[in-house]
C-alpha cells in the first residue's frame, strides 16, 4: 500500500515537473525572450534582444556565442536574417562588442542559399574563446522592395528603396547606366534607356539614403550592387538618382504610399464579384 502512494506520489510529481517545464518553454516563447529551437538571435551591446538588428548570437553546444566578423559579409547577413524570417539585409556601419565568454564560431563565409548560419563554411568552434577583431558579427534586416516615382515619362521616375518602414531615396553618387540597368530588371521593366537625377530635399537629407551604389549592371538587385549601403544624411551630390526604362510597365497605386501613381514591385490584387 504504502509502495502504491509512493509510486503514485512520484508520478504526479514528475507529472507536475514536465507541465512546469512546458509552461516555461511557452512562457519564453509569449514574452519574447528566446527559444533554443532557432538557432540564431541578435542583441544590442547589453545583450538584450534585438528584432531586427543588433550583434549575432549562435546556439552552439548547448550554449550560446559570438561570431567573430573576420570575412562576415552581406551573404551572412542574409542567411542570417532569411533565419530570422525577413526578406533580406543591408550592410551598414557598427561598433565593438564587449567580449563574450562562450563559444566564438570564426571565419563565416556563407554562400547565401544556406538556411541556417551554421550550414555556412566556417574554421572552427573556440569554446570559451575570443576574437582578435574589435568587432562582432553584425546583421542588420530588412523587408525591402523598390519603386519610381514622380513618374513624367513611360516606365521612368525615381528611384527609392523601402528601409525601416520608410521610402528612401537613392544617392545620385556613383550612379550610372549600369545601376539603372539593375533597377529596372528589379522591377521588369526592361533596360535602362538613360539615367538622370533630381534634388533630395533637406528633409530626406536628414534620414537614411542609399548612398555609394556601384553596379556592374549584371545584379538582380539594388542592394547587391557594391558599396550599397544606407547612411544618414550620406550623399555628396544631395541629388537623387533617376531612371527611364525600355518597358513603360503598369503605373500602381499600390506599395506608393504617396497619393500618386508609380512603378513599384507590388502589385494591386482584384477580387471579382
Not at 528633409?203 to 542592394?223: A, P, T, W
Amino acid at each position: 500500500m504504502n509502495l502504491r502512494k509512493t509510486i503514485s506520489f512520484s508520478f504526479i510529481c514528475a507529472t507536475i515537473l514536465l507541465c512546469l517545464c512546458r509552461y516555461r518553454v511557452k512562457a519564453s516563447s509569449s514574452n519574447g525572450n528566446v527559444s533554443v529551437e532557432r538557432n540564431v538571435r541578435l542583441v544590442d551591446f547589453y545583450d538584450k534582444n534585438q528584432v531586427s538588428k543588433g550583434f549575432v548570437l549562435v546556439y552552439i553546444n548547448g550554449t550560446w556565442g559570438t561570431i567573430c566578423n573576420q570575412a562576415w559579409g552581406r551573404a551572412d547577413s542574409e542567411v542570417t536574417c532569411f533565419e530570422l524570417g525577413f526578406s533580406g539585409a543591408v550592410l551598414t556601419d557598427h561598433g565593438s562588442y564587449k567580449p563574450h565568454p562562450d563559444n566564438i564560431l570564426y571565419d563565416v563565409r556563407c554562400v547565401g542559399n544556406e538556411t541556417s548560419i551554421l550550414d555556412c563554411p566556417s574554421s572552427d568552434v573556440d569554446e570559451g574563446g575570443d576574437c582578435w577583431a574589435p568587432s562582432k558579427a553584425y546583421a542588420f534586416c530588412t523587408n525591402y522592395t523598390i519603386r519610381l516615382t514622380e513618374a513624367h515619362f513611360p516606365g521612368g521616375g525615381r528611384v527609392e528603396v523601402f528601409y525601416l518602414g520608410s521610402w528612401r531615396p537613392v544617392c545620385s553618387d556613383h550612379w550610372d547606366l549600369s545601376g539603372g540597368h539593375v533597377a529596372c530588371g528589379e522591377l521588369g521593366l526592361g533596360t535602362a534607356l538613360d539615367v538622370d537625377h533630381s534634388f533630395i530635399s533637406l528633409e530626406e537629407m536628414e534620414g537614411y539614403i542609399l548612398n555609394d551604389v556601384r553596379c556592374n549592371g549584371s545584379e538582380s538587385r539594388i542592394l547587391d550592387c557594391l558599396g550599397s549601403t544606407f547612411s544618414i544624411g550620406k550623399c555628396n551630390s544631395t541629388r537623387s538618382a533617376r531612371v527611364r526604362c525600355s518597358d513603360g510597365g503598369e503605373l500602381s497605386f499600390c506599395g506608393c504610399n504617396t497619393g500618386k501613381e508609380c512603378y513599384t514591385l507590388v502589385r494591386c490584387v482584384k477580387f471579382a464579384l
